[in-house]
């Protein structure tokens, strides 16, 4: 009941259309209706049984496909919930009385079938190769379907005798729907668990057997300390961080490029390798059209190796600017188009004990294939 004369939701709408692609599943069927998967060891990307291209396109489709059937079940379970005073029994209508025959599982690999793969014509999943297990072997899987069929086929008969009337919006073929995409939902997810299942327990055996997670900083500090023994103390990476100064004075701060650990450590300087000039030829840059400013003063090239595994690097990295007190000077960032000038693109005054961080994101050097696709 409302208090106004037009009613809460629109009389009709009309909704957009909910389409699903069922070519990747059609693609792993063969004429007589078996399935064929399997994933190819051989690629290069191929990394373990869950980061590989097969396994990935196979956890997209089917992610997709869940998403499809939650937006499909919502829109009938909106219908559903609608007040109409009928005394139907909408509370049945689902799919969790539906087995779900998804179950990770390993096998022992014997090279000897055990079968000629008779009788299994008609089944989704062959049976000419069974191989030896001490627990489950593939021609289980033939018991999981038949045991998903049944309770699948329970389920909907069910629903005929509870939703006799096919005139009524919810009837028997609403509910067989939303059983069925409720149990395609479950389907997905349970593929999903299990494959994440089966990659955890590896990476626990790894774990075991090695006795930690090697993570980025344990490489960095691996190649820190390599690096101290292949180079002279000349050559050898050395901490990027460096008192700002005028000749014979003190310093007036302090210009650093710190890596912040991803493991909650303090932030360090990175290592970078230096080439150091003590003096050159003057440099300028320009401050307005017709104005250009000449600077002297030390020079300094770095370069710097950043190592990741996965694309993680293990750390944030950030230009640190400090300003003892009473001291001022001026940080300029910009590029180098000539020997001879300096072009900034930003700059900030630092002074009295101010303490800028900036963070920045560090691109590799492309590859000479990369400048030539450019």
């Known amino acids: 009941m409302t208090t106004t004369d037009s009613t809460p939701k629109p009389e009709s709408t009309v909704q957009p259309s909910l ?14 209706l078996s399935l064929h998967f399997s994933i190819d060891r051989a ?16 956890l997209k489709h089917f992610a997709e496909l869940s998403e499809w059937s939650s937006k499909v079940v919502s829109y009938l379970r909106g219908i559903i919930a609608v007040p109409s005073g009928h005394s139907l029994a909408t ?11 998804v179950l990770p ?10 079968g000629d793969g008779q009788g299994a014509k008609g089944l989704i999943v062959s049976l000419g190769k069974v ?22 086929k329970s389920t909907i008969d069910s629903f005929g005798g509870l939703f006799k009337n096919d005139n009524f919006l919810i009837n028997k073929t609403t509910a067989k729907v939303v059983a069925v995409l409720d149990n395609a939902k479950e389907v ?13 327990m590896l990476f626990e055996q790894l774990l075991t057997a090695i006795g930690k997670e090697l993570t980025p900083l344990d490489f960095k500090n691996y ?23 005028r000749p014979d004075h ?24 230096v080439r150091y000039s003590s003096a050159g030829a003057p440099m300028k840059f320009p401050i307005s059209a017709g104005t250009n400013i000449t600077f002297e003063g030390e020079r300094f090239v770095h370069g710097c190796i950043l190592h990741s595994f996965s694309g993680d690097s293990g750390a944030q990295f950030q230009l640190n600017v400090r300003a003892r007190q009473f001291s001022t000077f001026l940080v300029l960032l910009g590029r180098i188009p000539a020997k001879d000038t300096f072009d900034p693109s930003h700059a900030f005054l630092v002074k009295n004990r101010d303490d800028i961080k900036i963070p920045l994101n560090m691109e590799t050097i492309p590859t000479p294939k990369q400048f030539k696709d450019a």
């Open 131 to 152: 191989r030896e297990s001490p627990v489950l072997h593939v021609g289980d899987l033939y018991v999981f379907l038949q045991e998903h069929k049944r309770s699948l």
């Open 105 to 114: 599982y390993f096998e022992k690999i014997s090279t000897a079938p055990q």
């Open 43 to 58: 690629s290069k990307k191929c990394r373990t049984p869950r980061r590989n291209r097969d396994i990935e396109t196979a």
């Open 223 to 245: 190649m820190k300390y390599h690096l101290r023994r292949l180079f002279n103390d000349i050559y050898a990476p050395r901490p990027f961080c460096y008192p700002i100064r």
């Open 188 to 200: 997905a997810a349970y593929l999903r668990s299990g494959i994440e299942y089966i990659e955890h």
């Open 19 to 32: 389409d699903a692609s069922l070519t990747y599943l059609a693609k792993h069927l063969s004429e007589d």
């Open 250 to 273: 003190d310093p007036e701060g302090l210009i650093s490029i710190d890596a912040i650990p991803s493991d909650g450590g303090l932030p360090e300087p990175i290592y970078t390798q």
């Open 91 to 101: 509370s049945s209508i689902h799919g969790a009385n539906i087995f779900v025959p």
